[in-house]
């Protein structure tokens, strides 16, 4: 089974900056998709960053481009997410997820139904 955790979650005011990381027992087995989603009060879950380690293709939603961006640190094989400019909308528990790709596979996939692994999620709060 494999084991996925986030950190670096927490209360920030608009305007500010977090970064994720994202850290799983099989980060070192490529190549992957890793996927960051994100569930606000009241809304379904969606998709917000996701990287292919095959090739470093990466995708964001349209809601992040320019303010989020995806980086991956292999020698601690951790993935992390800047996220920049923080709006109230993006309040919201932020999941990593990851799932084994084939390695010619050279786009992003960001669709959360096809993500295995899962981690519990860790709490952004944009306000003043």
């Known amino acids: 089974q494999v084991q996925v955790a986030e950190s670096g979650g927490g209360l920030v005011q608009p305007g500010g900056s977090l970064r994720l990381s994202c850290v799983a027992s099989?980060?070192?087995?490529?190549?992957?998709?890793i996927g960051w989603f994100r569930r606000a009060p009241g809304k379904e879950r969606e998709e917000v960053a996701c990287?292919?380690?095959?090739?470093?293709?990466?995708y964001y939603a349209d809601s992040v481009k320019g303010r989020f961006t995806l980086s991956r640190d292999k020698a601690t094989n951790t993935v992390y997410l800047q996220m920049n400019s923080l709006k109230s909308d993006d309040t919201g528990v932020y999941y990593c997820?990851?799932?084994?790709?084939?390695?010619?596979?050279?786009?992003?996939?960001?669709?959360?139904?096809?993500?295995?692994?899962w981690g519990q999620g860790t709490q952004v709060t944009v306000s003043s």
């Open positions: 990287i292919t380690t095959s090739d470093g293709s990466t």
């Open positions: 099989d980060f070192g087995l490529d190549p992957q998709h």
């Open positions: 997820a990851t799932v084994p790709t084939d390695p010619e596979v050279n786009q992003a996939m960001c669709d959360a139904n096809e993500y295995d692994y």
